[in-house]
């Protein structure tokens, strides 16, 4: 690929963290169509091109400087960086910032009938698993040696198929392991997606596009994670009203007409507010509890 003075961004093209991507990026203003067929998707507006790619390529091709930015979950990121360290491959990478989604954990898991005590349990024997150097940096810290077979998919079956005696897999609800005869003994990993620059030489106008990209993620981001709240309180109750609001230690405060005894208050919290938090709003006099969503936050 020759230079461009187009931002490059890899995404996943199809998968678990393809919509979130294309989401978070048309949150921070790019515009651009996807079509199926096409690898590269151009915004209309800026001058950025969306790589659309499989997850595993995305570290290699931001270590290796083909593009500038790559949105990846942690748990492949960094297999891909133990294994180039290991062949003295280009290695190197900035993480920007981790998103608010793509959560799972990698995890060890055998069948029921296992008598499982420790991770000490598994010394000497087979794991499958798609992620063999997670896996061995974990087990070589506990000084624990194990025979490892790698699949690319179906994890899951290899202990019933008689290729493995335990496996080492990403883990949601369990519900895949369950349907398999097995059960999660031991998380090594917990992973979320996460944004990464590549160290190659950036041009000025690159890096200024990306400070304006983070800074719109992170609005995004802080966005999603707050909540504008209104309410009317007694005056008297005030202090105890703003306590109960999670980091909203400066909001504002406005008379009501006709009523000097309350006011109403306006404010920006942290996090969400949970139905138990309302109703002790309420027992100490609150009332017009309005819990909003923020579409974009700045400074
Ligand atoms: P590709 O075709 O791009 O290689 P894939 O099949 O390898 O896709 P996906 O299953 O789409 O990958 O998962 C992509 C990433 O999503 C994982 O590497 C992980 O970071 C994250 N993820 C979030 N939740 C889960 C989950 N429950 N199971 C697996 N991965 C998850
Ligand atoms: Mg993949």
């Known amino acids: 690929m020759t230079a461009s003075n187009r931002l490059r961004i890899a995404i996943q093209k199809s ?5 979130e991507s294309q989401k978070l990026l048309k949150k921070c203003g790019v515009k651009f169509t996807v079509n199926e067929q096409r690898l590269i998707a151009h915004a209309d507006n800026m001058p950025i091109d969306l790589l659309r790619v499989r997850d595993d390529d995305i570290p290699g091709l931001v270590m290796d400087g083909v593009v500038d930015l790559g949105i990846i979950g942690e748990n492949v990121l960094e297999e891909e960086e133990i294994e180039r360290q290991s062949l003295g491959m280009p290695s ?31 010394e000497g024997l087979r794991i499958a698993t798609s992620y063999p150097n997670l ?6 810290n506990k000084g624990i040696s194990f025979r490892s077979c790698l699949l690319k998919g179906s ?24 349907a398999n005869g097995l059960y999660e003994t031991e998380v090594i990993y ?34 999603r994670g707050s909540k504008y709240i209104l309410l009317h309180a007694p005056v008297d109750a005030l ?4 306590a109960l609001l999670p980091g909203a230690e400066n909001p504002t405060v406005l008379p009501l007409k006709n009523d000097s005894s309350r006011v109403a208050v306006h404010a920006v919290s942290s996090e969400d507010l949970f139905w138990d938090t309302m109703e002790q709003l309420t027992a100490l006099g609150a009332s017009s509890i309005l819990v909003m969503p923020i579409e974009k936050m700045m400074g």
């Not at 896996?135 to 070589?140: D, G, K």
């Not at 202090?239 to 703003?242: A, C, L, M, R």
């Open 15 to 19: 998968g678990r963290l393809s919509e």
């Open 92 to 122: 190197e990478y900035q993480k920007l910032k981790q998103l608010d989604f793509g959560g799972c954990r990698l995890s060890l898991a055998v069948p029921k009938e296992f008598a499982y005590q420790d991770a000490y349990s598994l």
């Open 135 to 140: 896996l061995r940096r974990f087990m070589q």
């Open 155 to 178: 994890v899951e079956v290899a202990p019933r198929a008689g290729l493995a005696d335990g496996i080492c897999d990403l883990v949601s609800t369990g519900a895949t392991l369950e």
């Open 190 to 223: 917990r992973s979320m997606a996460c944004i990464i620059q590549s160290q190659q030489t950036q041009s000025q106008e690159k890096q200024l596009l990306i400070d304006t990209l983070m800074s719109r993620i992170n609005g995004v981001i802080r966005a």
């Open 239 to 242: 202090e105890q009203v703003v």
